[in-house]
């Protein structure tokens, strides 16, 4: 099975634009989780997405959005960049399996830059 | 709130050395994993354990849920193990998010 893949891999972005980022989980999964990494805050939770609904969201600002698509895919916007919004930004698949196990897998990551 | 702790923060060892690192967290946790971090950032998944004992290789984990820890030991390090470990735990009350460490940062030495 293919893994998850996000796109762009990099991206470089001016203070005050918006960027959309996408992932794409393996194949089956219906959770889709979203995080930022930054090296002073580590990793943190920004939304889980299941079955389209999103299920729980991090504490960040409203200018942080995300949705999933009927195939799984989700995408994560954010508006009116800050220099502080340049990080990994990570998202991760899961299966809910037996006895409620919910293991993530993630992908490569996202490494935008706001200049 | 519900904190997941890694310690060490660093650890540099020689290659071929053995090596626990530790997560300790505040609640009753049902979901559980380790990663390691490579240098390009990608999050490689090491143990889903929740409870009990798991090994793969030179890699072993256990956690003991009712005294709310999980180790991770790594034997015979060599230079590709270098990078950062990550506990993440979960906690299934309606939250449905992964709570990680904020990483133990090991790197070996040939």
């Known amino acids: 099975k293919a893994g998850v893949t996000q796109t762009p891999r990099y991206l470089i972005k001016t203070r005050g634009q918006q960027v959309t980022l996408s992932c794409s989980p393996i194949s089956g999964h219906r959770s889709v989780s979203w995080y930022q990494q930054t090296p002073g805050q580590g990793l943190q939770f920004l939304f889980e997405y299941f079955s389209e609904t999103q299920r729980n969201k991090g504490n960040f600002p409203g200018r942080f959005s995300g949705r999933q698509f009927s195939n799984s895919r989700s995408e994560m916007n954010v508006s009116t960049l800050e220099l502080g919004d340049s990080a990994l930004y990570l998202c991760?698949?899961?299966?809910?399996?037996?006895?409620?196990?919910?293991?993530?897998?993630f992908g490569p990551g996202t490494r935008l830059t706001v200049t | 709130g519900i904190q997941v702790e890694q310690s060490p923060p660093d650890l540099i060892l020689q290659e071929g050395a053995n090596s626990t690192l530790r997560c300790n967290f505040s609640d009753s946790v049902n979901n559980l994993q380790w990663f390691h971090q490579n240098p390009w950032g990608q999050l490689i998944n090491l143990f889903y354990?929740?409870?009990g004992t798991k090994q793969n290789g030179r890699l072993s984990a256990t956690t003991v849920a009712t005294e709310r820890y999980s180790l991770l030991y790594i034997s015979s390090s060599q230079t590709t193990d270098s990078g950062v470990y990550f506990c993440a735990a979960r906690w299934d009350s309606g939250t449905y998010k992964y709570i990680f460490g904020t990483g133990t940062r090991l790197k070996v030495l040939a």
């Open positions: 991760a698949s899961s299966l809910l399996a037996d006895r409620g196990s919910y293991e993530q897998y």
């Open positions: 354990i929740p409870s």
